[in-house]
């Protein structure tokens, strides 16, 4: 059997990553193997809430990397690929045109083949909001490859 592969997880905007450290309380219980395979990477377009990332989650178990970048810049993005982006808090201030081209972004910076599950602990404040995760071979159905 080969050896698992690190899961990159991108999250943008990642704002006070409440969402990681619930993620890893939540790993560490039912899913300690997976919690074992996860890389973090957040982005975010204020350098001050980065900071206050890195401090949030100081006790988090999940190894992390928090960049500056701004969403509707693929050139900004950290590099990729990633098996999973979710995204919380931005679409609702972002027009059509700013929503496609967010959308854009995160179908170049996914890898091929990704998973596609929407992915929110249920009774979470994340189930209630607009956390998903966006797949790269779903969207391809709709005529990008
Ligand atoms: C409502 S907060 C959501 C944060 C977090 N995802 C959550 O659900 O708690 C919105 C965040 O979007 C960030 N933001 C706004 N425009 C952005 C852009 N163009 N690219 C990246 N981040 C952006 C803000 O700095 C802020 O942290």
């Given at each position: 059997?080969?050896?698992?592969?690190?899961?990159?997880?991108?999250?943008?905007p990642?704002?006070?990553?409440?969402?990681?450290?619930?993620?890893?309380?939540?790993?560490?219980?039912?899913?300690?193997?997976?919690?074992?395979?996860l890389?973090?990477?957040?982005?975010?377009?204020?350098?001050?809430?980065?900071?206050?990332?890195?401090?949030?989650?100081?006790?988090?178990?999940?190894?992390?990397?928090?960049?500056?970048?701004?969403?509707?810049?693929?050139?900004?993005?950290?590099?990729?690929?990633?098996?999973?982006?979710?995204?919380?808090?931005?679409?609702?201030?972002?027009?059509?045109?700013?929503?496609?081209?967010?959308?854009?972004?995160?179908?170049?910076?996914?890898?091929?083949?990704?998973?596609?599950?929407?992915?929110?602990?249920?009774?979470?404040?994340?189930?209630?909001?607009?956390?998903?995760?966006?797949a790269?071979?779903?969207?391809?159905?709709?005529?990008?490859?």
């Amino acid at each position: 059997m080969g050896e698992a592969i690190t899961l990159r997880l991108l999250a943008i905007p990642c704002g006070l990553p409440r969402d990681l450290t619930e993620l890893a309380e939540i790993l560490a219980r039912e899913n300690p193997a997976l919690l074992a395979r996860l890389e973090y990477h957040g982005m975010d377009i204020d350098p001050e809430l980065l900071a206050k990332a890195q401090d949030f989650t100081h006790n988090c178990v999940i190894p992390r990397t928090f960049h500056l970048g701004n969403a509707l810049l693929r050139e900004s993005f950290p590099s990729g690929p990633f098996h999973a982006i979710v995204s919380t808090g931005l679409n609702e201030f972002l027009d059509d045109s700013q929503i496609a081209e967010f959308f854009r972004n995160i179908y170049e910076a996914l890898a091929p083949g990704g998973p596609s599950s929407r992915v929110a602990p249920s009774g979470s404040r994340a189930a209630n909001s607009d956390a998903s995760v966006r797949a790269r071979h779903p969207l391809s159905r709709t005529g990008r490859t």
